[in-house]
Structure formats: structure tokens, C-alpha cells
């Protein structure tokens, strides 16, 4: 008898757990669908993509690369890298000390890459569609996406170049001071 009774709440354990599942799950996604909401809802005013606000970089010496391409020189000397309020990888934030290095001024269009892999008869990168609208995405003035790490490091060879660490990136978006880097490109 004790066996039967343990085979029933057994039994009755994983049904409660299911129902409550389901029950999370139904309202996880009614709060994700009220988010949708609130976010369409919210107008922003920002610049189409394809518009960039010019930067003056007069005030540092660039270079032209293989490819065309303009270039400026970060200037050596230390920099704060990582953060202490960022995720866990990102601690603990540190002094970094780097010689001076070349970083493109501007990111790789979709027209540039579409122009090197037309030069080198190597495969379009694959790029993931969510949107319904692919043309939101698309544009030859647009940064090119998709595109692996090896993809990005053959580019940078064949621009007479190479891909920056992981440092170096950090301080060219960061610069001396403390700003927040979000995204990557090459």
C-alpha cells in the first residue's frame, strides 16, 4: 500500500509541475507581448541608418589603406579597458598599456565587402533575416554583417591589414575616457 501512495503523489507531483509550466509560459509570453507593445508605442527620433554624423578627425594623423579605405592613428599610452558593472567576463576593470596602431575611421559597408568578395570569388557572408522588411538591413552604405571571424580576417589580409585585438578595439570605441562600448564591426 505504501508503494501505491508514493506512485500517486509521484504521479500527481510531475502533473502539478506541468500545469505550472504551462501556467509560466503563458505568462511570460503576455508579458513579452505587453514589451512588443510598449516598445512600437515609444517614438524615437534618431538618424536613418544610412545618415552618420560627420566626426571631425582632423586633429589625428590617418593613413590610406589597400583597399581604399581610410585609417587613424590611435595614439599609444594606457587606457581603462574592461568595467566593474558590466557582465562577468568584462571585470575586473583595468589599466592597459598599448603602442600606438591604425583602426579603419569607419566601418566596412555592405558595397566594400560585396566588392571584395566579387575580387576574390570568395562566398557572400550568410546573414540571418528576422524582419519581415529585409530592406531595413540592406543598403550598400549600411556596415556588412553576417560575415565570420575567418570572413573578417581575410577581408582585413586582403585589405593589406589585420583585425584589431581585443584591446585595441576597446580602446579606439572607448578612447581615455569611460564611455560604454556597445557592438563590434570590422
Known sequence: MENRSVLIGSIVFVFASFIFMIAALVYESYK?????????????????????????????????????????????????MGSNDGDPDEMPEHQVFLRAYYVDKKEVTQAEYERYVK????????????????????????????????????????????????AEWEKAARGETKRKCVGRSI
Open 32 to 80: 513579452s507581448k505587453q514589451m512588443r507593445q510598449l516598445a512600437a508605442s515609444i517614438k524615437t527620433e534618431s538618424p536613418a541608418p544610412s545618415q552618420t554624423v560627420a566626426r571631425d578627425f582632423s586633429m589625428f594623423k590617418t593613413l590610406v589603406g589597400d583597399d581604399g579605405r581610410e585609417m587613424v592613428l590611435i595614439a599609444d599610452g594606457p587606457f581603462t
Open 119 to 166: 575580387m576574390t570569388k570568395r562566398g557572400k557572408a550568410f546573414v540571418p533575416v528576422f524582419e519581415d522588411d529585409i530592406s531595413k538591413i540592406q543598403g550598400a552604405d549600411l556596415p556588412a554583417m553576417g560575415m565570420s571571424w575567418t570572413d573578417a580576417e581575410a577581408y582585413c589580409k586582403w585589405a593589406g591589414k589585420r583585425l584589431p585585438t581585443e
